[in-house]
């Protein structure tokens, strides 16, 4: 979609973020061309492990702030943004989503059981804002 315009840690770390918000808003920009009538919402992203010399599995550097970035730079595209990351629980999250059989090994992606949960809980918030918004809140 043409967010990877550079080395991914290179453009998170250019002064804000605006080489990698450029790319990630220029791929929002072509999706909602293309369907311009069309509401927007972003899911993303997983917490991502990295397997320390300690033996500890902790986030991938700069996870965080992608995913700041990527809020952002969804809201300011008229998407709604659903925090992947944070539901998971945020930084360090995908050492217990491991244990608990729902990551696999290669620290970057889940398990089938892991992809049903993460489904579930965002069935469960679409459905939960449907209600508050037919609540008049």
């Not at 492990?49 to 991938?60: C, E, F, M, P, W």
């Not at 709604?80 to 998971?88: D, L």
Request: aromatic share 10%.
């Amino acid at each position: 979609t043409g967010v990877q315009t550079c080395a991914l840690p290179i453009c998170l770390t250019t002064p804000e973020g605006r080489v990698y918000k450029e790319g990630f808003n220029a791929a929002l920009k072509v999706l909602r061309q293309g369907a311009p009538k069309a509401a927007c919402l972003v899911m993303r992203p997983l917490d991502q492990g990295v397997l320390n010399d300690d033996g500890r599995i902790t986030s991938r550097p700069l996870i965080e702030r992608m995913v700041a970035y990527q809020r952002q730079v969804s809201l300011d595209n008229g998407c709604a943004f659903w925090n992947t990351w944070q539901f998971m629980g945020g930084r360090d999250s995908f050492a217990r989503w491991l244990s608990q059989g729902l990551a696999w090994t290669d620290l970057n992606h889940l398990t089938e059981k892991g992809l049903q949960r993460i489904g579930n809980a965002f069935a469960d918030a679409l459905l939960q804002s449907y209600q508050r918004y037919e609540a008049g809140q």
